[in-house]
């Protein structure tokens, strides 16, 4: 006879940074928890982006969530040793609108304005046509290829705690998620597969009309070797972070880059980069929405590619840039729909960040699910 399952507190489906960030508050909390994931080590969203917790950008719900995440990342990373740089965020003005943006968010948030001198201080951003710029102190930074490998390795020596890697999940009921290797039993149970919710609980998927946004981006390196410490952004970042976007001054920016630039908004370009370790420049992205994207980019990926390093080049005064690798990143999206928690059974959630923030919420979002969970 089959012997019953060891029963944990929580079960995680899913070793993104939303599942990792799940269990490390079931940890904090004194919980057993075990965390099973498909794949043998990260390779999704959650190591394809920028490392950038963009914490002064957010709105609502999401930017009490990103506070809260901040203090986690920080303390995580003296605990499972890797890096996460209180570097900021450079926000780049060159054109009297996005300089307007700046102005307006700097009334209500922690926001320092910043002259074009100033800015060619902090990065080698090229002076002609720079009007200014704003930095905002609080942002952070880390590797993601990096730290999430560190966070799931310190999860797994915590008292209570396994992480299963290489373990597909077949199925999901109230206390019991069923795997090739065995079933794992559990008093809670959170599903956090991001873009994937609709292979595992479909019906979950068509209620909340999830679909994938894919995104092209870029490792480049530059040929003078340059040091950027803070995340850049562009006037493109000011229509997609929700704090610019809700400026009056954004609406003009909108409005002339639709006369000038309509290739930019085409392809959803949000023209941003951080630094790697190693120097080289984590450069992006564009944005393509469909519940199946064509893996032949309607727009063209060389032509997308090209877009995003002719703004690199126009950006930075850097000399040549070369590219070193080009990936799509792919994450789950949906209608007005920031963040997807959806009762999929007694004492069941599926969770998942539909707005492409995971990395700035994640662990916010943690704290408030498993308050939900305990308190049902």
């Known amino acids: 006879m089959t012997p019953p399952p060891a029963r944990a507190d929580l079960v995680v489906v899913g070793a993104g940074i939303v599942g990792l960030a799940h269990a490390v508050e079931a940890v904090v909390r004194g919980l057993s928890v075990t965390v099973v994931e498909r794949d043998e080590h990260p390779v999704g969203a959650s190591v394809r982006n920028f490392g950038h917790a963009c914490i002064t950008a957010q709105e609502g719900v999401a930017h009490g969530f990103a506070e809260r995440a901040r203090g986690t990342w920080l303390r995580l990373a003296r605990e499972a040793g890797f890096w996460a740089g ?36 902090r990065a080698p951003v090229a002076a002609d046509g720079l009007l200014g710029g704003g930095f905002l102190p609080r942002d952070l930074r880390v590797d993601p ?41 559990a008093d809670r149970v959170v599903v956090c597969v991001g873009h994937d919710v609709d292979r595992l609980l ?143 059974a007694p004492g069941v959630l599926a969770v998942s960040v539909t707005s492409g923030i995971g990395m700035t919420c994640a662990f916010g979002l943690a704290s408030d699910v498993l308050d939900t969970l305990e308190g049902s």
């Open 202 to 344: 479909p019906a979950v998927a068509q209620d909340a009309g999830l679909r994938r946004c894919a995104l092209r981006m870029l490792q480049v390196r530059a040929a003078g070797g340059a040091r950027i410490p803070p995340a850049v952004l562009t006037g493109t970042s000011l229509l997609r972070y929700p704090a610019f976007a809700a400026t009056e001054a954004a609406a003009r920016l909108r409005t002339r880059l639709t006369d000038d630039r309509p290739e930019l908004l085409a392809a959803g370009v949000n023209h941003m980069l951080t630094q790697r370790p190693d120097g080289d420049l984590v450069v992006g992205d564009t944005h393509h929405y469909a519940r199946t994207p064509d893996p032949f980019d309607p727009l063209g990926s060389e032509r997308l590619d090209e877009l995003l390093l002719a703004e690199t080049r126009a950006l930075l005064d850097v000399g040549e840039v070369t590219v070193v690798h080009r990936w799509q990143g792919i994450y789950a999206s949906a209608p007005e729909v920031e963040f997807l928690r959806a009762k999929v």
């Open 145 to 185: 290829r990096a730290a999430v490998p560190a966070i799931a390795a310190w999860l797994a020596r915590q008292p209570g705690a396994r992480v299963l890697l290489g373990t597909p999940v077949t199925g999901v009921d109230p206390g019991l998620v069923r795997t090739p290797h065995g079933d794992l039993a």
């Open 86 to 121: 209180e570097t900021g965020t450079l926000v780049v003005a060159r054109a009297a609108d996005e300089l307007d943006c700046l102005t307006e968010l700097a009334g209500r948030r922690e926001l320092e304005p910043l002259t074009a001198a100033e800015v060619t201080a």
